[in-house]
């Protein structure tokens, strides 16, 4: 295991390198060869040099005395620093590409140094080694336990709750599974506790070896929506827990509650709330869930024996292509967005207007766009995600993104998460319903059109909908709104956001007299929905004029978006082109990008015509060159031998730029008037200044003596020409001395 910090890595550690290096190997690797990422044992694998550059750097005090060696005291020192658990210390750049990394498990496989890493190098928040594949850039369970729930995650992953517990309950988790109280600081204790519950298989190892009671009330838990308060939990607990004796009915000595929240199975969370994380429910509610088809059996044989063809149908396309189109548009000028500020309505109602789609579908695939990255500026390098991918890939993550719940949520008003207020932003349980939306559509759309009353119908039967409507009047209340519709919003997700995410074919409406839309699954959307990557023909980009590009789905994000600041969009819709017109190129040559750069960039998505071939040649040829020379002024002199006395002579030769161009002399850039003025003098030449004469004492004079000289700050030169040598030789006449 060789982990660099921000420079190659060296030898392993401590006097004998061969066995320092196979401990350090085995420390690093679990028994099937996958590496570990705690933090104590990637610091015991760099070399001495870089663990003592990073002491050096962060001015971690070592204490010899102290029965922990070097490493694990310099991990605690890490542990402690803000910069983690407070990401807006870092760069936007940093704190994205800390986003992209905690998405990834903590482990990111990058072709190049992306930006924003070096920052966290220095700082020692991530680790890099390089393998044959690339660079795998490793971030630390201890920091990736720290970290800040943000717009793209899910908000009850078991990875933010476990962010924002309270250290009573990260102190029993890691107790639990450290097999001995856990000692502070608590990230670092918590990391053994990550392996085992991060692991699907292991997770579902431990449930399955709950007691039954604990297992029940899990389930009891997950029936209601996953979420309850301490008093619904006691009164959960108390019907399993009893033990029915001789004597009648025995309270037990300790709860269920606290024994599925010291394994991480139930997590409290402010305000008085216990949570189950999506990992958990997912093995908990799965024999549920097989049990659901014969529950609904009724209303599935009423949409599978009859045809619901619709006359009309709007069919769904690829999102993808609008969310790099806004992703586009939205790096033109005047359109800056801030950060953690929700898109303005101004320039959502632009876009709308300017793509011919209703406002619902902008904001939605804006805001998912901003969650994974799109309109980040390190969305234009191939290094990290997004813009390492390709085309084809970004459906699927808009749609992951959406499911997770952490950027938009059709149980608010404002279904943007990042319009509301930051201490506001408490998660709704729309993650459940759209599960329920999810299940109900795999259950009935098989390639089949569904109408949405037999759909709605079907999501009312579902023994889920009490539960989390108990959850959604809750939330409300909390939050001081209006309790929302719990089908109202089930028919938000399956009529306005699906279409949009182009899962869902619409067909019919309410005028029609059929009762209202139906739906239909898109093969696309079958086959996100099952897990899979849709079948998509990874068509290369290709020009379709002299002057269309039409992007094809095989193209990087980056290369896309490189593009932005010399290119214009043109059709968008279920293709997207890009139009490269001389007057865009033109505009892009004057703003200083150089020509060869625009001609790598549209080579690097696809081959270039002749016409644009030709057009970047004459665009980039070069007929002349000329070099700017900073001035404070312009002085005029028609005499020439007055321009070469004041040219060489002390003390006025070093105000002036050599050469000057013909007709005067150039004043240096650091030269005042005043001092002009009085050197001038000193050799017997007045300077006029805009009109008036000062002389040496300061006395003004509206009418300039014959002989003087007019000086025009700030007047640019036409060009530069060195003086002829018969001007030279002129110059070195000395100047008769005054009769006395």
């Not at 000692?183 to 053994?192: K, V």
């Not at 586009?328 to 709308?352: I, K, N, Q, W, Y």
């Not at 207020?421 to 939306?437: F, Q, Y």
């Not at 650091?670 to 009109?691: F, H, N, P, T």
Request: proline fraction near 8%; charged fraction near 25%.
């Amino acid at each position: 295991m060789s982990l660099v910090n921000g420079r190659n890595a060296g030898g392993p550690r401590g006097a004998d390198s061969a066995a320092s290096g196979e401990r350090a190997r085995a420390d690093a690797s679990g028994e099937d060869g996958a590496p570990l990422r705690r933090l104590d044992v990637i610091l015991r694998a760099l070399p001495d040099s870089e663990l003592a550059s990073l002491i050096k750097r962060m001015a971690i005090r070592i204490d010899p005395a102290k029965r922990i060696d070097t490493p694990s005291q310099v991990a605690r020192s890490l542990v402690g620093l803000p910069d983690v658990r407070d990401t807006s210390r870092l760069s936007a750049s940093s704190r994205e590409l800390l986003h992209r990394i905690a998405e990834a498990g903590g482990s990111l496989l990058v072709p190049s140094l992306p930006a924003g890493l070096e920052p966290l190098l220095m700082r020692g928040v991530i680790f890099g080694r390089k393998n044959e594949r690339g660079i795998e850039l490793v971030l630390p369970t201890a920091f990736l336990l720290q970290l800040k729930s943000w717009e793209g995650e899910d908000p009850r992953a078991l990875r933010a709750l476990l962010a924002q517990a309270p250290f009573e309950t990260l102190s029993a988790i890691a107790s639990h599974y450290l097999g001995r109280p856990a000692t502070p600081p608590i990230a670092i204790s918590l990391e053994a506790a990550w392996e085992m519950v991060s692991d699907p298989a292991i997770l579902e190892e431990e449930i399955e070896k709950l007691p039954p009671l604990e297992r029940r009330l899990l389930e009891a838990i997950e029936s209601v929506g996953g979420e309850v308060d301490t008093q619904e939990l006691l009164d959960l607990e108390r019907e399993p827990m009893r033990l029915r004796g001789a004597g009648g009915v025995t309270a037990t000595r300790r709860g269920a509650g606290f024994s599925l929240e010291r394994r991480a199975f139930l997590v409290p969370i402010h305000p008085n709330r216990h949570v189950i994380p999506t990992e958990v429910a997912a093995v908990v509610g799965a024999d549920r869930r097989k049990l659901r088809e014969t529950r609904r059996a009724e209303i599935r044989s009423f949409v599978l024996e009859e045809d619901h063809a619709p006359r009309r149908a709007r069919f769904a396309t690829d999102p993808a292509y609008l969310a790099m189109a806004l992703a586009f548009a939205v790096r033109e000028p005047g359109s800056d967005v801030r950060t953690g500020v929700g898109t303005p309505r101004s320039l959502l109602v632009r876009f709308a207007q300017r793509f011919g789609r209703d406002m619902e579908s902008v904001a939605l695939l804006s805001a998912l766009g901003r969650a994974v990255g799109l309109w980040d500026p390190s969305a234009a390098s191939a290094a990290t995600p997004p813009g390492s991918l390709a085309l084809f890939d970004l459906t699927r993550i808009l749609f992951t993104t959406w499911r997770r719940g952490g950027a938009w949520d059709e149980a608010r008003t404002e279904r943007e998460v990042l319009r509301v207020a930051e201490g506001s932003r408490d998660t709704s349980p729309i993650g459940a319903l759209r599960e329920m939306v999810i299940d109900a559509l795999q259950d009935l759309g098989e390639g089949r059109w569904v109408p949405w009353p037999s759909l709605e119908g079907y999501l009312a039967a579902d023994a889920r909908l009490a539960g989390i409507d108990r959850l959604l009047r809750r939330w409300a209340e909390r939050g001081v709104l209006e309790t929302p519709d719990v089908l109202e919003i089930t028919r938000r997700i399956a009529l306005e956001t699906l279409p949009a995410l182009g899962i869902i074919d619409l067909g019919g409406s309410a005028d029609d007299g059929e009762g209202g839309p139906s739906l239909r699954l898109t093969p696309r959307g079958r086959a996100l929905l099952s897990g899979s990557d849709p079948t998509l023909d990874p068509t290369p980009s290709k020009f379709i004029d002299t002057q269309a590009l039409r992007i094809g789905a095989s193209a990087r994000i980056s290369g896309v978006l490189a593009l932005a600041t010399f290119a214009e969009l043109g059709r968008v819709g279920d293709q997207l082109d890009v139009l490269l017109t001389p007057q865009a190129l033109a505009r892009a040559l004057s703003a200083g990008l150089d020509g060869d750069a625009m001609r790598l960039r549209i080579e690097a998505i696809a081959p270039l015509p002749d016409t644009i071939s030709r057009m970047l040649i004459q665009a980039s040829a070069v007929v002349g060159r000329g070099s700017l020379t900073a001035s404070s002024g312009f002085l005029w002199i028609d005499d020439v031998e007055i321009r070469e006395l004041l040219r060489t002579r002390r003390p006025a030769a070093e105000l002036f730029l050599d050469p000057s161009p013909p007709g005067g002399l150039l004043v240096a850039p650091d030269v005042d008037a005043d001092r002009l003025v009085r050197r001038c003098r000193s050799l017997g030449v007045e300077v006029e200044i805009e009109g008036g004469v000062f002389r040496a004492a300061g006395a003004r004079n509206s009418t300039p003596p014959p002989g003087s000289v007019t000086v025009k700050p700030g007047t640019p030169a036409e060009g530069t020409r060195v003086p002829s040598a018969a001007a030279r030789q002129r110059a070195k006449t000395p100047m008769p001395s005054p009769r006395k």
